[in-house]
Nanobody, 116 residues
Framework: QVQLVESGGGLVQPGGSLRLSCTAS????????MGWYRQAPGKQRDLVAG???????NYAESVKGRFIISRDAAKNTVYLRMNSLKPEDTAIYYC??????????WGQGTQVTVSS
């Protein structure tokens, strides 16, 4: 099993920034990638950004140029720096960890609210 602990959500004004963190523990030797999905009320859960153990990244079109994903391999931690936040970024953000066999594990979710 892989355990994921998230932190860093909260309330921020439009144009502001937040940084999310996600630390993995447990059976992490065969991890392939980690990252973030988000789910707004009444909508499906969509990929926001991901990073592989090799350092390759991918982003949703809606966050390119505003969000930056990074990782600290020594700490088994992934970060999502979110800049120029918009009200439409409001959602529950879920950390995920995907293993080599494509098995996926989820964090408990952290709320991000962008509002004035």
């Amino acid at each position: 099993q892989v355990q994921l602990v998230e932190s860093g959500g909260g309330l921020v004004q439009p144009g502001g920034s937040l940084r999310l963190s996600c630390t993995a523990s447990g059976s992490i030797l065969s991890l392939y990638s980690m990252g973030w999905y988000r789910q707004a009320p009444g909508k499906q859960r969509d990929l926001v950004a991901g990073i592989t153990t090799g350092g390759s990244t991918n982003y949703a079109e809606s966050v390119k140029g505003r969000f930056i994903i990074s990782r600290d391999a020594a700490k088994n931690t992934v970060y999502l720096r979110m800049n120029s936040l918009k009200p439409e970024d409001t959602a529950i953000y879920y950390c995920y960890a995907r293993k080599m066999n494509m098995e996926i594990h989820w964090g408990q979710g952290t709320q991000v609210t962008v509002s004035s």
